[in-house]
């Protein structure tokens, strides 16, 4: 399946959108005293369905499926350790407010997401995976 021109535009526009509201969650969070993993747990579910949802039939226009959505969860829970580690050491190791820490935690995240979603979603079905 080629990626048209419309497929990075969607998915910078699907990915902003998830990014600010991991950001918010963080955010709140943080200002509620709740621990880093409990917001960034709560995060990953809230946008996992979010991101999967809007990516699914925006960005590479695939009907929803079960089995993509576990798939593309299964993908995206990559980005659990990840989003601590960065947001720890910028929140943290670094003493950045977290209103600064988590947008700069997201920017580290944005490329992985991307092929991670893509390979989730939108991966060649076997018959279209042969070589001809």
Not at 36 to 62: C, I, N
């Amino acid at each position: 399946m080629g990626m048209s021109v419309r497929t990075p535009a969607a998915y910078i526009a699907v990915a902003g959108l998830c990014i600010v509201v991991h950001n918010l969650v963080l955010i709140v969070g943080d200002g509620l005293g709740l621990p880093l993993w409990q917001t960034v747990l709560l995060s990953f579910v809230l946008v996992a369905a979010l991101g999967y949802m809007l990516h699914g039939l925006f960005t590479f226009r695939q009907p929803l499926a079960m089995r993509r959505f576990m798939r593309y969860a299964a993908a995206m829970s990559a980005n659990i350790p990840l989003a601590f580690v960065t947001t720890w050491v910028w929140h943290d190791a670094v003493g950045l407010a977290m209103a600064l820490a988590a947008p700069i935690a997201s920017a580290c995240m944005l490329a992985l997401n991307f092929v991670l979603g893509r390979w989730a979603i939108a991966a060649p079905k076997p018959a279209e995976a042969q070589v001809r």
